[in-house]
């Protein structure tokens, strides 16, 4: 079992960066994929980043390469979303999720949900 809990987000000009941090419980979380999904009002929820439990291998959402970046830190049991030079369109409740074995781009392969964070970038 894993309990992840968000933290972060705001209100950010175009531009401008903020870095998310999803904190996990369980003895477990080096052994997770883990991902960071977001959901804007009356859209589909889009996965943005993956991480393999190592860390060596890592995907991006067509929509945030090379402003983005995932990054994990399993001794403090934490995972990272850095971005940078924002802009309106990200503008979505940011969502981390853990899932066992090999990266996931579909949110039905994830097994546990943090309650997510919200992040608005004003133009």
């Known amino acids: 079992q894993v309990q992840l809990v968000e933290s972060g987000g705001g209100l950010v000009q175009a531009g401008g960066s903020l870095r998310l941090s999803c904190a996990a419980s369980?003895?477990?979380?080096?052994?997770?994929?883990m991902g960071w999904f977001r959901q804007a009002p009356g859209k589909e929820r889009e996965l943005v980043a993956a991480?393999?439990?190592?860390?060596?291998?890592?995907y991006y959402g067509d929509a945030v390469k090379g402003r983005f970046t995932i990054s994990r830190d399993n001794a403090k049991k934490t995972v990272y979303l850095q971005m940078n030079r924002l802009k309106p369109e990200d503008t979505a409740v940011y969502s981390c999720?853990?899932?066992?074995?090999?990266?996931?781009?579909?949110?039905?392969?994830?097994?546990?949900w943090g309650q997510g964070t919200q992040v608005t970038v004003s133009s």
């Open positions: 999720a853990a899932k066992d074995y090999k990266l996931g781009l579909a949110d039905y392969e994830y097994d546990y």
């Open positions: 991480i393999s439990w190592s860390g060596v291998n890592t």
């Open positions: 369980g003895r477990t979380f080096s052994s997770y994929v």
